[in-house]
């Protein structure tokens, strides 16, 4: 049996800054409303045409190997979390192998948004833990903004996301008492529609019908989101999961040296913070300069605060994360 660590870390997000400001061009709405909802400032969207979500999880990628000082054809497998994947299939993840340039490891593509990036972790830890692979390549990577209703009519979504990637190696360890210690994932069907892109998809509606129809009021090809029921939700689901994963290693809150949360909305990691009496120092927050990336944003912030210096060998580090589905997660690691 062996743990799992992370190698090596590395993130990218396009130049092209968007500002609240930016976005009041396009529609009604203002610098002042954002940042009171949601705490964001700016966001990226790509113009770059390399900038695909494979794309972009390539140059993150890259990063992350260089800083895991390993060579690219160490990578035994690839996981890839996205919910905007470059073609509706196959899946990003055989895309990256093949810009990467090495050899035909497998490629599997994670669809849990939010927390998908915590779930790939999760399926890549235990990979590594049975002793099938020795380095696997974690990948989050989105791109929303040429998916958004940039309109007063879509205005509660589509200030929130931005565009980006994260990448991690994770990496065989023999040291039992460090790297990822546990992972908690759960799900909540029931409320799946409550944050959901509904067409195109074989259940509903798929592209014939949105054609066929050609009805300029359809909303169901964008994201839709009930704000409230989402917060409320989340920051039960936040506090849960975070409890559970320091139970099972009998760890108390004081034990944390950094809380790295899904950078959903600000409101919701300071709602957090306060509850579990975290100081400014234990949470790492960017969702300011970068919004929402769904799986892209923990991997970012991750890599950031490590880059930063905020997160240093010994420390206790907390991944924490939820959003549509309903699903939730957190990583417990050793750093």
Known sequence: MYHSKINGLGFYVPENVVTN???SKLMDTNDEWIQERTGIKERRHVVLPEDTTSGM???????????AGIDKN??????????????YFPGPGVTLQKELGIKTVGALDVRNQCSGFIYAL????QFIKTGMYKNVLVVGSEIHSKGLDMTTRGRGVSVIFGDGAGAVVLSRAEDLSKGILSTHLHSEGEHAEELALIAPGMGKRWVTDII????????????????????????????????????????????????????????????????FKLTDDQVYNNIMKYGNTTAASVPIALTEAWENGKIKEGDLVVLAAFGSGFTWASAIIRW
């Open 74 to 87: 160490d990578i035994d497998f690839i996981v890839f979390a996205t919910l905007s994947p470059d073609y």
């Open 212 to 275: 066929n129809e050609n009805n300029p009021e359809d909303e169901s090809y964008y994201p839709h989101m009930n704000g409230q029921f989402v917060f409320k939700n989340a920051v039960v689901r936040f506090s849960e999961v975070i409890n559970e994963g320091l139970q099972a290693n009998n760890l108390q809150v004081s034990d944390i040296n950094m809380l790295i949360p899904h950078q959903a909305n600000l409101r919701i990691s300071q709602f957090i913070q306060q509850k």
């Open 122 to 125: 999760s399926v890549a830890d």
């Open 21 to 23: 400001n930016d976005l």
């Open 57 to 67: 999880a390539l140059k993150a990628s890259k990063i992350a190997i260089e800083r």
